[in-house]
Every structure is written in structure tokens, then in C-alpha cells.
Nanobody, 115 residues
Framework: QVQLVESGGGLVQPGGSLRLSCAAS????????MGWHRQAPGKQRELVAR???????NYADSVKGRFTISRDNAKNTIYLQMNSLKPEDTAVYYC?????????WGQGTQVTVSS
């Protein structure tokens, strides 16, 4: 059983920064691609950024140049460094991981950008 736990969300002013973490727990598995998604009220969940086990990344156009995804394979953990945050970045952020052909999701962490 794979469990993903996000942390690091909170309230930040526009222009500020936050760093999200997502740690995978369990045993006997290899996580391939991992990613961050977000869902704002009344909107569909959207991909923010993803990273392969080898370190290849891709980002949503709306966050390019502001967000950076990284990964520590030894710790089965990914991070999302979010800079120059905007009110439209407000959402619940979820991480997911691909294990054995199945996607596993975390419970989400709230990010609120407001003055």
C-alpha cells in the first residue's frame, strides 16, 4: 500500500513563496512519475508540474518560471517551490505518484494567496 502525504501549504501574501512537500510511504515499490495538481473552488483539477524518476520535468504554462518541482528518490519525496505567488494560485494542491501502472493520490494541502 502506497500512501502520499503532502505538507507545507498555508496562507501567503501575493508575491510570496511557499514550499510544498509530498512524501510517499510504504515498502516494496518504485515510484515512476510524480506530480502536483491543484483544484480551485468551482474548477477542475489541473496539472501543475510533474517529474519523472530520471528528473525530466514539465509545467503548466501558468506556473512556468515561478514554480520548480524537484525530487529526492532516496526519500520518495517530491517538492514544489512556489515563488511570486498570485491570488489565482489559490487552490488545494495534491500530489500523485505512478506505481505499477496505478496512480496514488495524497489528501491535499490548501494554499491561499491573499493580502
Amino acid at each position: 500500500q502506497v500512501q502520499l502525504v503532502e505538507s507545507g501549504g498555508g496562507l501567503v501574501q501575493p508575491g510570496g513563496s511557499l514550499r510544498l512537500s509530498c512524501a510517499a510511504s510504504g515498502s516494496g515499490f518504485t515510484i515512476y512519475a510524480m506530480g502536483w495538481h491543484r483544484q480551485a473552488p468551482g474548477k477542475q483539477r489541473e496539472l501543475v508540474a510533474r517529474i519523472t524518476r530520471g528528473g525530466s520535468t514539465n509545467y503548466a504554462d501558468s506556473v512556468k518560471g515561478r514554480f520548480t518541482i524537484s525530487r529526492d528518490n532516496a526519500k520518495n519525496t517530491i517538492y514544489l517551490q512556489m515563488n511570486s505567488l498570485k491570488p489565482e494560485d489559490t487552490a488545494v494542491y495534491y500530489c500523485n505518484g505512478l506505481v505499477g501502472g496505478n496512480y496514488y493520490w495524497g489528501q491535499g494541502t490548501q494554499v491561499t494567496v491573499s493580502s
